[in-house]
């Protein structure tokens, strides 16, 4: 008799747990547009590849040597920084040492930038005066 309880009772736990699943799994799959993933509320990706066409690659860009409208390197982007709205504020810039030893880092912002393609342009920059700027430093978290 105890066994048929303990059946029974996992039977309609089972039963219940299966409804439930059905239930919400309804409900979501009602709700989603089969084009595009979902992660918990929000949708991922875009389809507008247009907006993607007309940026630039962070990959490309961080390593890029920085020149000044005289055509002299000035310094390297070193790294890319993202603001809380989602937009790049500032680019890290590498400058001064020799081949990577004794560089030092240097923000500046990106609309200090004018043009970004073919070459990465940083108006009247020199190499003494980006060695001049504060050093940039990692928050620690």
């Given at each position: 008799?105890?066994?048929?309880?303990?059946?029974?009772?996992?039977?309609?736990?089972?039963?219940?747990?299966?409804?439930?699943?059905?239930?919400?799994?309804?409900?979501?799959?009602?709700?989603?547009?089969?084009?595009?993933?979902?992660?918990?509320r929000?949708?991922?990706?875009?389809?507008?590849?247009?907006?993607?066409?007309?940026?630039?690659?962070?990959?490309?860009?961080?390593?890029?040597?920085?020149?000044?409208?005289?055509?002299?390197?000035?310094?390297?982007?070193?790294?890319?920084?993202?603001?809380?709205?989602?937009?790049?504020?500032?680019a890290?810039?590498?400058?001064?040492?020799?081949?990577?030893?004794?560089?030092?880092?240097?923000?500046?912002?990106?609309?200090?930038?004018?043009?970004?393609?073919?070459?990465?342009?940083?108006?009247?920059?020199?190499?003494?005066?980006?060695?001049?700027?504060?050093?940039?430093?990692?928050?620690?978290?």
């Amino acid at each position: 008799m105890r066994s048929c309880f303990i059946l029974l009772r996992r039977s309609i736990a089972g039963a219940t747990a299966l409804a439930l699943w059905a239930t919400l799994a309804g409900t979501a799959i009602g709700q989603q547009d089969n084009n595009v993933p979902i992660a918990g509320r929000s949708t991922l990706g875009t389809t507008k590849m247009d907006v993607v066409a007309e940026g630039w690659r962070a990959s490309k860009l961080i390593g890029a040597s920085v020149y000044n409208d005289n055509n002299q390197k000035v310094g390297k982007i070193g790294d890319l920084i993202i603001a809380p709205d989602g937009s790049i504020s500032v680019a890290i810039l590498d400058v001064g040492g020799f081949l990577g030893v004794a560089s030092r880092h240097v923000a500046i912002p990106v609309e200090q930038f004018t043009q970004i393609s073919p070459r990465i342009v940083l108006p009247g920059a020199t190499k003494e005066a980006l060695k001049q700027l504060p050093e940039f430093k990692y928050v620690k978290s």
